[in-house]
C-alpha cells in the first residue's frame, strides 16, 4: 500500500500542507485491477494537474490512501490524513484540499451554514456497531428500555443509533438514557458497567467483541439509514472550475473501491495490509472488523435514498433547520455516463 503523508493539525490549517504524490501503480507489489482510472479513459484534460485529498487517520474509511494508486499517468495525488471532518470541510472552503471524505452530519451542517462543498461519490459503507456486554440478557432493541447507552453526537453513528431506537417504538427521550461519551471509551465504559450498551464506530465494537468482553446486540443497518457511513466531497473551486478533476476523483474513488472491496465483497489481503500491517491492530480485531466495513464509490439511487434518510432524520431531530435540497447537495453529474 502506498504511504500517506499525516500532518499535524495546526500546520495543517495554516496552509503548510505536507503530502504524498502519486505512486506508481502495482505499489506493494498488486497490480492495478481491471477497470482502474487508467484503464480505456481520456486522460489529457488532467495532464500536469495535481488533486489533494484527506481521509481520517487510521479509519477504515481510507480508500483516498489509493486514489495515488490509480492515478493516470501525468496526474499527481497529494494525500493526508486528519481526525476531524470539519477541519477538512474548513480546508476545501479554504482551497487547502480539493477532495476529503467525510460523513454527512457535519457536511450537511456546515453545508446549511454556508460551506460550499458537495458530495460527488460514496466512500465507505457500514462501520457502526451497537454494542452489549457479552453475558448480557439482553437480546433486541427493545431489551434496552430503561438502560444507559453510550453514544457520541451528533455524528452518523447517533443518527442510526435514534432510526434502531424507533423502529423499536423506543423515545430516546425517555426511554432510555442516552450518555455522552468519547468512542475510544466506550468499550471501557460497558466493561465497568457504567452503561449497558454502545453506539460506536470502527474499530471499537470490533474491539470490544475481540476481547470476549462485548457483542453486537442487533443489525444495525435495518432502519431507512441502511449501510451509510461516508462521501467523497469536492471543494468549491473543483466544482465551479474543475469538472474534469471531479470526474477524475469518481474514477479514482471507483478503482480504490474495487481494489478494497472488489464486487462488493472485502479482499482480505488488501484490507489485512491496511488493518493489521499499516495501523498495527491485533489479528483478531481485523478478522471481526472486516466483517463490518467496506469501500463504495457509486452515488446511485440506493445511497442517494439513504442519505436523504439521514437528512430528513437529521432535521426532525433538530440537528438542521430544515432537510437539505439533495438536488444542490448530491452532485451526480461527475459519475460516469453522466453529461
Known amino acids: 500500500m502506498q504511504t500517506s503523508a499525516t500532518i499535524d493539525r495546526r500546520r495543517f490549517l495554516t496552509g503548510l500542507a505536507v503530502s504524498t504524490a502519486g505512486l506508481a501503480l502495482g505499489a506493494c507489489g498488486r497490480a492495478a485491477p481491471q477497470g482502474a482510472a487508467t484503464a480505456g479513459a481520456d486522460t489529457s484534460a488532467v495532464q500536469g494537474k495535481t488533486i489533494r ?25 497529494e494525500t493526508t490524513t ?56 439482553f437480546e433486541r432493541v427493545e431489551d434496552l428500555r430503561g438502560e444507559r447507552i453510550a453514544f457520541k453526537g451528533p455524528s452518523m453513528q447517533s443518527l442510526v ?55 453486537r446486540l442487533v443489525d444495525p443497518y435495518t432502519t431507512r439509514i441502511g449501510e451509510l457511513n461516508s ?12 469538472p474534469e478533476l471531479c470526474r477524475a476523483a469518481v474514477e479514482l474513488q471507483r478503482s480504490a473501491a474495487e481494489h478494497l472491496s472488489p464486487g462488493g465483497d472485502n479482499d482480505e489481503d488488501v484490507w489485512r495490509d491496511l488493518i493489521v500491517d499499516q ?18 464509490w457509486e452515488l446511485d439511487e440506493r445511497w442517494v435514498s439513504q442519505v436523504e434518510a439521514g437528512g430528513a432524520d437529521m432535521a ?12 444542490d ?9 453522466q453529461a
Open 279 to 296: 495501523y498495527g491492530l491485533p489479528t483478531d480485531v481485523f478478522t471481526e472488523l472486516l466483517t463490518n466495513v467496506g469501500a463504495v
Open 53 to 77: 485529498v484527506a481521509t481520517f487517520t487510521n479509519s477504515h474509511a481510507a480508500s483516498p490512501l489509493y486514489w495515488a494508486q490509480f492515478a493516470p499517468e501525468g496526474l499527481t495525488v
Open 316 to 327: 426532525e431531530l433538530g440537528i438542521l433547520r430544515a432537510e437539505p435540497d439533495y438536488d
Open 82 to 137: 486528519l481526525t476531524s471532518g470539519t477541519d477538512m470541510n474548513q480546508a476545501l472552503e479554504r482551497d487547502q484540499l480539493d477532495f476529503a471524505l467525510f460523513g454527512i452530519v457535519n457536511g450537511f451542517v456546515e453545508a446549511e451554514q454556508g460551506l460550499g462543498s458537495r458530495i460527488i461519490a460514496m466512500a465507505a459503507r457500514k462501520g457502526a456497531g451497537l454494542i452489549v456486554a457479552a453475558d448480557a440478557a
Open 161 to 215: 443509533l435514534n432510526a434502531l431506537l424507533d423502529e423499536a417504538g423506543m423515545d430516546p427521550t425517555n426511554d432510555v438514557e442516552l450518555v455522552p461519551v468519547e468512542y475510544n471509551d466506550m468499550p471501557a465504559a460497558l466493561q465497568r458497567g457504567d452503561v449497558a450498551a454502545f453506539m460506536g464506530t470502527e474499530v471499537n465494537p470490533s474491539a470490544s467483541v475481540a476481547s470476549g468482553s462485548g457483542r
Open 231 to 242: 462521501c467523497i466531497w469536492a471543494s468549491p473551486r473543483m466544482l465551479d472550475s474543475e
Open 329 to 337: 447537495l448530491l452532485r451526480t453529474e461527475f459519475m460516469p455516463g
